[in-house]
């Protein structure tokens, strides 16, 4: 079966403390693997699309990386305002995207 | 750009009770999704179109649930004869069709169900 598992569930970080979050995956046709940001309360936020193993692609902060088995997002010298759950989504057949409980994040100053 | 929007933002209910929400996507996009996300849950998919077509729909979708996407602008969602297990965030995603991988969220409406 299908499925996208992101760990660890939850992480505490100081400010300036880099980290990463892992997403694994087993589907099979990869179309795409995508990384968004929710705010409590608020819809997801798309962040990055990576389409073939050693893609990687830069936001600020934020870097993700894809190899053929699983997604890295790594956070370099967090601030506060990075605090958000982040969520991977991956696209194979079909038009549906699966989507990771998510890594709830914490940065405390 | 306007937005995905949804509404209401919040609704709540009574067991047995019909509801409906609105979703407007962005005006250029072509897509349209449906999801359900429980606390602590990622989105579940429940059902996507193409302009006014219903080409999927997730076969945990009871028959309570109805969506429609009229003349392929604005998407209603339907939940008829509301159960406790119903009670979840419901949003909206548009896309555009050449663009398989961002999707843009709305806001989302909160369903409890008393």
């Known amino acids: 079966e299908d499925q996208v598992t992101q760990s660890p569930e939850a992480l505490r970080l100081q400010e300036g403390e880099s980290s990463s979050l892992n997403c694994s995956y087993t589907v099979s046709g990869l179309r795409g693997l995508f990384w968004y940001r929710q705010d409590p309360g608020k819809g997801p936020e798309f962040l990055f699309t990576l389409y073939s193993a050693g893609e990687e692609k830069e936001k600020e902060r934020l870097k993700a990386t894809l190899t053929k088995k699983e997604s890295f997002l790594h956070i370099t010298a967090p601030k506060p305002e990075d605090s958000a759950t982040y969520l991977c989504a991956v696209h194979h057949t079909g038009n549906q995207f699966y989507f990771g409980t998510g890594t709830s994040l914490t940065v405390i100053p | ?114």
């Open chain 2, 1 to 114: 750009d306007t937005g995905v929007s949804q509404d209401p933002r919040h609704k709540i209910t009574k067991r047995g009770q019909n509801v409906t929400f609105r979703c407007d996507p962005i005006s250029e996009h072509n897509r349209l999704y449906w999801y359900r996300q429980t606390l602590g849950q990622g989105p579940e998919f429940l059902t996507y179109f193409q302009n006014e077509a219903q080409l999927e729909k997730s076969r945990l979708l009871s028959d309570r649930f109805s969506a429609e996407r009229p003349k392929g602008s604005f998407s209603t969602l339907e939940i008829q004869r509301t159960e406790q297990g119903d009670s979840a965030m419901y949003l909206c995603a548009s896309s555009r069709t050449s663009n398989t991988g961002e999707l843009f969220f709305g806001e989302g409406s909160r369903l409890t169900v008393l």
